[in-house]
């Protein structure tokens, strides 16, 4: 089965503009979780979609939104770049139906932000 | 809100060495505790702990959960170079329905360096 896969892998904006991230997840998996890493805050929580609705969103401002499409692919979109929006950028996948089941990240999307 | 905090911060060890690292947490309607070994790449899974005193293990690695005293620790035998990396802790809360909420709140993260 392939892994989550997340595009692009890298990215470099500039203040002020705005950025669109993509996830697809494993086959069958319809939770789609995102997720930001920097070395002073660790992993935080964005949000999480399952089946196109968003169910949990984190602490983020609103220029932090996202979506998912009917296959379950999910984009994420930051609006009006900060510098500290630059990030590891992590989407994760799960099946809600699976007991047991935990989330299987993809190799993320580093954002630079000048 | 949900809390992990992980212990030590960073730890330097010889190869062959046995390594304690500690989650402690605190969340409300707790459903699972999971263990990830994050390199320079995206975490990979190691454990899913959901019952208190049942030891998961996998080769070198094993973890034990107490729901009693909010916390888990993670366990490596005889470590080898390639176990360096930042292991993460987090809690994931149950929702309404009992279910994942697969909002996962992670621990700052114990970084182990095993040296030969």
């Known amino acids: 089965k392939a892994g989550v896969t997340q595009t692009p892998r890298y990215l470099i904006k500039t203040r002020g503009q705005q950025v669109t991230l993509s996830c697809s997840p494993i086959?069958?998996?319809?939770?789609v979780s995102w997720y930001q890493q920097t070395p002073g805050q660790g992993l935080q929580f964005l949000f999480e979609?399952?089946?196109?609705?968003?169910?949990n969103k984190g602490n983020f401002p609103g220029r932090f939104s996202g979506r998912q499409f009917s296959n379950s692919r999910s984009e994420m979109n930051v609006s009006t770049l900060e510098l500290g929006d630059s990030a590891l950028y992590l989407c994760?996948?799960?099946?809600?139906?699976?007991?047991?089941?935990?989330?299987?990240f993809g190799p993320g999307t580093r954002l630079l932000v000048l | 809100e949900d809390k992990v905090v992980q212990s030590p911060l960073s730890l330097v060890v010889h190869e062959g060495d046995t390594v304690t690292l500690n989650c402690s947490y605190e969340?409300?309607?707790?459903?699972?505790l999971l263990w990830y070994k994050q390199e320079k790449k995206a975490p990979t899974f190691l454990f899913m702990l959901?019952?208190?005193?049942i030891e998961k293990k996998s080769g070198r690695l094993s973890s034990i959960l107490d729901k009693k005293e909010l916390f888990s620790i993670l366990n490596i035998t005889a470590t080898q170079t390639g176990d360096s990396a930042v292991y993460l802790c987090?809690?994931?809360?149950?929702?309404?329905?009992?279910?994942?909420?697969?909002?996962?709140?992670f621990g700052k993260g114990t970084k182990l360096s095993v040296i030969p």
């Open positions: 994760a996948s799960s099946n809600p139906a699976g007991l047991q089941e935990t989330q299987y």
């Open positions: 979609y399952f089946s196109e609705t968003q169910r």
């Open positions: 969340v409300t309607n707790f459903r699972s």
């Open positions: 086959s069958g998996h319809r939770s």
């Open positions: 987090a809690v994931e809360p149950s929702a309404y329905s009992g279910a994942g909420s697969y909002q996962l709140t």
């Open positions: 959901t019952s208190s005193g």
